[in-house]
């Protein structure tokens, strides 16, 4: 097939490069030309595991294409995936300008019949519109057909996703759509769920709202478990088990960031408000959200009084590990906070560096040696629970630190552990540990 995605960001690349790997014939197309000229070059903008080989051998091969031309885009495309941006807007809403110029576009370069498939995650009502525009639009003689196609991946897995997701949704009411669509997915092996279009839009904003209800719950039980003396650890693993909860999405922590749950979650409120019905349940996720975020600084107020000219290690910045996305990442709460309270931060992360640099600027210090964040540090905060950070020699935090006082914001590690070194460690939800400690190395 001739299919053209619209988009190059993690999802509109992560779909290009997987649908070339499956034999079709794909062009991606963007409005950057930086980024464009970046993926020409077989060299991925995003990290993403296992992405940056698939992009290299589908352009080797001739499969993959990429151009900022959208008449070369979309003239010959019998299948056009949007993915673009839907970013939130001040009020919460979801920002549709960069959907519907696509829709412009193609109407404008349309030269066959063609299916639209929307990956972007859009409000309700949204993929009825963008077939008003193409069919304002378009020559009187070609027919387009919208179909919303939601998208479920998760970043730093996203190839794996692609090929292993839970399932795909086609939402259309037009079965010779459905069937070419559902060819294009037939040999993952995936569940496919076909529905109509409103129904489609809704289980995407369903399925983002119910998992970041599932982490703020967690996190209300933690804070709970805090204030009585239990352990968070142990009441999932209690719930965990039972099938109807189930283990998954149950981690206490600082809460959820990234480019998605916190918009979806908002524009899902929206919606519902749009419709005059309040969605108090998911206001009070987003709040228990905002309010999580902040927690280490409290703890650490709470633990060692005035932050001022204190060394704060800050220990990760992408908003998840396995991603070099800052997007609404906890640490970037952190920061604003510790700043506001005059600490002095060094950040480390292994890779979401640039990207924190871009928000942050020089208001802090980075680097990629755990040990230099740690140096002379009066905390440490740990803001993601990358690899590095776990495997960390809970020796390092005694060895480097001016007091080994962690607030662990991920719980990355166990608290068996911990109780044999001698530290402060604060973490979510868990039993804090107070271990004398006497240092005996200077660095
Ligand atoms: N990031 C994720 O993990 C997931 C994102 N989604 C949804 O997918 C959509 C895209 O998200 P991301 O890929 O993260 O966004 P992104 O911001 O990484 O990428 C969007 C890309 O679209 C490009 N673009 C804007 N206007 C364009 C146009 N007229 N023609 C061609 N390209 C254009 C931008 O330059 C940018 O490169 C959003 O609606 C998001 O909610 C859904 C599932 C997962
Ligand atoms: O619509 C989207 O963009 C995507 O949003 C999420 O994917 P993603 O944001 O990449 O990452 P997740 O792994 O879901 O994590 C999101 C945030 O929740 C936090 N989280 C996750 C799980 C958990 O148990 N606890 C927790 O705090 C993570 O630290 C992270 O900050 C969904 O998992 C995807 O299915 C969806 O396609």
């Not at 409000?123 to 939601?150: F, W």
């Not at 918009?263 to 996720?285: C, E, R």
């Not at 409290?298 to 990760?316: C, D, N, Q, T, Y």
Request: glycine share 6%; charged share 20%; hydrophobic share 40%.
């Amino acid at each position: 097939m001739n299919i053209t995605v619209a988009g190059s960001g993690y999802v509109g690349l992560v779909t290009g490069v997987c649908l070339a790997e499956l034999g079709h014939r794909v062009i991606c197309s963007d409005i950057q030309e930086e980024k464009i000229a970046m993926l020409q070059s077989g060299r991925s903008p995003i990290y993403e595991p296992g992405l940056e080989d698939l992009l290299e051998k589908n352009l080797q091969c001739g499969n993959l294409h990429f151009t900022t031309n959208p008449q070369y885009a979309y003239e010959d495309a019998e299948i056009i995936f949007i993915a673009v941006g839907t970013p939130e807007q001040q009020d919460g809403t979801a920002n549709l300008t960069y959907v519907c110029e696509v829709a412009h576009s193609i109407a404008h370069f349309m030269k066959h019949d063609v299916i639209i498939c929307t990956k972007s995650t859009v409000p309700v009502g949204t993929n009825d519109q963008i077939a008003e525009i193409i069919q304002r639009q378009k020559p009187v003689n070609l027919h387009a057909e919208v179909v919303a196609n939601p998208e479920f991946l998760r970043e730093g897995s996203a190839v794996v996703d692609f090929f292993y997701g839970d399932r795909i949704v086609i939402g259309t009411n037009c079965s010779k759509a459905a069937t070419t669509i559902e060819q294009i997915y037939l040999p993952l092996g995936i569940p496919i769920i076909k529905t109509d279009i409103k129904s489609a839009e809704m289980i995407k904003y369903a399925a983002n709202a119910f998992l970041a209800t599932k982490i703020s719950f967690i996190n209300e039980i933690a804070t709970i478990c805090e204030k009585v003396g239990a352990n968070i650890d142990e009441v999932t693993k209690g719930i965990g088990k039972d099938e109807r909860i189930g283990p998954y999405f149950l981690q206490a922590g600082i809460g959820y960031g990234g480019s998605c749950f916190p918009k979806d979650t908002k524009a899902l409120v929206q919606l519902a408000g749009n419709m005059q019905h309040s969605f108090d349940l998911l206001q009070a996720v987003i709040e228990v959200n905002t309010r999580q975020a902040s927690l280490p600084v409290v703890k650490a107020k709470e633990l060692i009084g005035s932050l001022k000219g204190k060394k704060v290690a800050l220990l990760g910045l992408s908003f998840k590990p396995n991603t070099d996305d800052v997007r609404e990442a906890a640490s970037l709460v952190i920061v604003k906070e510790l700043l506001k309270e005059g600490a002095i931060i060094t950040a480390y992360d292994p890779i979401a560096i640039p990207n924190a640099q871009h928000v942050l600027g020089n208001t802090i210090e980075y680097t990629q040696d755990i040990r230099l964040a740690l140096l002379h540090a009066d905390v440490a905060i740990i803001a993601t629970e990358w690899e590095e950070i776990k495997q960390l020699s809970l020796d390092s935090y005694e060895l480097y630190m001016k007091n080994p006082i962690v607030i662990d914001g991920r719980n990355c590690y166990s608290l068996k552990e911990i109780r044999k070194h001698p530290m402060t460690y604060i973490s979510i939800g868990r039993p804090i540990v107070i271990n004398e400690y006497k240092k005996s190395t200077t660095y």
